[in-house]
């Protein structure tokens, strides 16, 4: 029997985890993220945001012409629609940086922060409105979470300062098996993809610039050595042979 007792205990061994290795920011204390939240809402403009710019104004019948493609944008506040961006609505950021806006053109608006392009439309269009009042909101912001999570799967948020920890959130955390020192985060830069391994169990990960998430970004959690070892054709029939092992002996026993 001294097999069967070895393999058990070796199984329960590698099945023993720290608490370290568990907890978010372990140690954490009085900690300050590098990044202001003020920045993370006011989030830099790139191609292939979709965008709802919408005018208002005390003239509302001309107002109701530059809001043309926001009629639906209502609709945005129902869960149904928060999981995915309706590509009719709003402007799409072209690969040129452009967007095609009622009157006044195609206007390059990749690379400005959100409440610059709200002050350079509220300026143009005071042409053609009486004290214009311009809100700019992105509404295909998104994140993909996949591997040891409960719910893995893309998820679209209505707003811009989402940090990692909320990000994993949406997805019901991660599994037991989920390896929280190895969460690799995979972003689109100007200069192509670029990933990183991030550790949950540091505090210093409150003061990375991956901290927040950005719209398009990817997570992927690593799955542990356990879960890797059950997943295996060894520990998938290895009960089986245990068990016709023990029987064997049982059986040598009684002939005994």
């Known amino acids: 029997m001294r097999p069967i007792w070895f393999l058990f205990l070796v199984f329960l ?30 989030p830099i403009i790139r191609k292939g945001d979709q965008l709802s710019i919408f005018v208002n104004s005390p003239n509302l019948e001309l107002a109701t012409y530059f809001n043309m493609t926001n009629f639906s944008a209502v609709q945005l506040n ?8 309706n590509p009719m609505l709003g402007y799409m950021v072209e690969e040129d940086g452009k967007i095609n806006f009622p ?24 042409d053609y409105l009486k004290d214009p009042v311009v809100t700019v909101r992105c509404i295909n912001f998104r994140v993909t979470i996949l591997g040891e999570v409960a719910k893995p799967g893309t998820y679209h948020v209505p707003y811009h300062n989402l940090n990692i920890l909320q990000a994993l959130g949406l997805a019901g955390d991660l599994t037991i ?22 550790d949950l169990t ?12 950005q719209t398009g970004d ?7 050595r356990t879960k890797i070892n059950t997943s295996s054709t060894f520990f998938q029939v290895w009960p089986t042979v245990v068990s016709a092992i023990t029987l064997l002996v049982l059986v040598v026993t009684n002939v005994k």
């Open 103 to 126: 009157r006044l053109g195609y206007v390059d608006v990749a690379g400005m922060r959100r409440k610059e392009l709200q002050t350079m439309l509220e300026g143009k269009l005071k």
């Open 13 to 42: 061994l590698q099945s023993c985890t720290k608490s370290k290795d568990v907890y978010y920011f372990y140690g954490l204390g009085n900690e300050k993220a590098d990044v202001s939240v003020a920045e993370v809402d006011n």
């Open 202 to 213: 540091s505090k210093e990960l409150i003061r990375s610039p991956y901290y927040y998430i």
């Open 78 to 85: 129902s869960v149904q629609q928060l999981q995915s961006a």
């Open 218 to 224: 990817v997570l992927y959690v690593r799955p542990n």
């Open 177 to 198: 098996n989920g390896v929280r020192n190895e969460v690799v985060l995979i972003r689109k830069t100007e200069t192509g993809e670029q990933s990183v391994v991030l």
